[in-house]
């Protein structure tokens, strides 16, 4: 047992050796300087070999050689010598910089001897010392001095050889690899209603290893998932990649709106692909890449202005249903002109909450996806709290939802009227507060929050309770104010228009499918 466990684990480290096999032509004219023998001249001649390195790792290489060499030695009378010679042997070669190799060879074979009539052939045996600079990786130029004994009847032939030539890397001219690799090392979660926020964070980390014998240069990187991007997305460019060192990459992406249409979550299939320059050679590979993508309707907490995306102006049955609440408001306006001291956006909001009521609007606990259960196992790292968010239309077709999908719903309301609006998280709970507009009226009420927004601007907000549309606009004022003062400094004020800076708003095409039914307002606008 131990004998075929040793013979596999033998195959399997050989198998990685010879993972990668190199061959290499070299072309050159040869010095033959002959020692000892003061009849025979210094000659030239020819040689042609086929290395073939076997073993290739980031700093030698081990292989074998075998070619021939045919050169011509003068003698001081006479006919000259000419030698045909055939050898092979082991080489070693070491690679300590990017562009310089140096090799050291030992081998043997046979050679025939020619002059006049003579015709022998005898054995010889060598070694060889030389250098290779790598012009591109095709091609190099290599210096090679070398000594070689020739065996002969009577007194051997020793010679210095020298040769000076042109290497060339068979295995590249005819389609060879690249060798960076990647991997993927993480992947993060991808959430449709965010798909503009991965253009500058990431969907995905990489780690890009240099295999090459040498550095690479100018690696650039894209990625592109043809459902759902309309072209390659270049993420990231390393200048310089040393041989055998490895590097982490964010992968980001520039989605489309396609995303947006996913109604279930999918495993989604990419591309990354990297380019760079190998010894001033363009070189290209490619990797399949895959990753979940959730479907449109789920996010997570981990970050409450996540939340922004599903808020929607643009909703085409919010700006049907905002439009009609205003024109409701501007008729009585004009005909109660007892409203004017008030603020026109308080006005505007506690028609829209008191037209949310007529509507029929509810608020409904998902015990499957409650903010309250999900906002606490987001802010202690829990991996699986995903939450089921409503878009506006949705929430109107449904006519109910919990906190999020109402407090979602009546921000798009109030931003579709151009008021600024903003959510209001306390633990275990979200509603909202939108922009008073006046900075006069009820100035010592202790119920309306002021904050300085990040753009320096002094605001004041009014906190409103979305999930009692029965109690009246007044109370759900008065809750919201007291949830914001019980929850002390676990209280926080996210304006919308700021988290759309970050997770900018989406709108889904189906937001016009099923417009609300708007009947004749029958309430008459009354501020409370």
């Known amino acids: 047992m131990k004998l075929k466990f040793g013979i596999i684990f033998f195959l399997l480290t050989i198998n990685n050796l010879f993972a990668e096999h190199d061959f290499s032509l070299r072309v050159a004219p040869v010095l033959v300087s002959p020692l000892g023998a003061e009849q025979l001249n210094t000659g030239f001649g020819a040689v042609v070999s086929l290395d073939w390195a076997f073993v290739n790792l980031r700093y030698f290489g081990l292989g074998l050689s075998a070619g021939g060499t045919f050169s011509s030695v003068p003698m001081q009378a006479g006919e000259p010598l000419m030698l045909m010679e055939g050898k092979g042997g082991l080489f070693l070669r070491l690679l300590p910089f990017d562009r310089w190799a140096f090799q050291l060879g030992a081998g ?33 130029l290599s210096v090679d001095g070398g000594y070689t004994y020739r065996t002969f009847s009577s007194k051997p032939l020793t010679s210095l050889d020298f040769v000076l030539g042109v290497r060339i890397n068979l295995s590249e001219i005819m389609g060879g690899r690249a060798r960076v690799q990647v991997e993927k090392t993480q992947q993060y979660r991808v959430f449709p209603v965010s798909y503009a926020w991965y253009e500058d964070n ?161 608020y409904v606990v998902d015990p499957s996806s409650s903010y309250t259960v999900l906002s606490l196992a987001a802010s202690s790292q829990d991996e699986s709290a995903l939450d089921s968010l409503n878009y506006p239309y949705q929430t109107l077709y449904y006519r109910g939802g919990d906190c999020d999908d109402l407090s979602i719903l009546f921000c798009s309301l109030l931003e579709a009227l151009d008021i600024e609006s903003a959510f209001i998280t306390v633990p275990g709970h979200i509603y909202i507060a939108f922009d008073v507009g006046d900075e006069r009226w009820q100035i010592n009420n202790p119920d309306i929050i002021t904050i300085n927004g990040q753009d320096g601007i002094r605001r004041r907000w009014m906190p409103i309770e979305i999930t009692v549309p029965g109690q009246g606009f007044t109370r759900a004022w008065r809750i919201g104010a007291s949830q914001w003062r019980n929850a002390g400094d676990e209280a926080e004020l996210l304006p919308i228009r700021e988290c759309w800076e970050i997770y900018p708003s989406v709108t889904v095409p189906a937001s016009g499918d099923n417009p609300p039914e708007i009947p004749e307002w029958a309430w008459r606008f009354r501020l409370e």
């Open 108 to 140: 043997g074979g046979v050679y025939q001897y020619l002059r006049g009539e003579d015709n022998y052939i005898f054995g010889l045996f060598g070694f060889s010392l030389g250098m290779q600079v790598h012009l591109s990786p095709y091609f190099s």
């Open 202 to 362: 990431p969907v995905a980390s990489v780690t890009i290893t240099n295999d090459e014998p040498n550095a690479v240069r100018d690696l650039q990187l894209t990625f592109f998932m043809e459902s759902y991007m309309s072209q390659p997305w270049t993420f990231a460019v390393v200048p310089f990649l040393a041989s055998g060192k490895s590097i982490e990459v964010p992968v980001t992406a520039l989605f489309n709106e396609a995303l947006i249409n996913l109604n279930d979550t999918v495993t989604a299939n990419g591309i990354l692909q990297m380019q760079y320059r190998s010894l001033g050679a363009r070189k290209e590979a490619a990797a399949p890449i895959q990753m979940p993508i959730f479907n449109r309707n789920i996010l997570s907490w981990d970050d409450d202005r996540r939340a922004a995306a599903f808020v929607s102006p643009r909703d085409y049955a919010v700006r049907v249903f905002a439009r009609n609440v205003a024109n409701g408001v501007e008729r009585t306006i004009n005909n109660d002109p007892q409203n004017n001291n008030t603020p026109s956006n308080v006005i505007y909001a506690s028609a829209l909450f008191d037209a949310l009521r007529h509507y029929g609007i509810s």
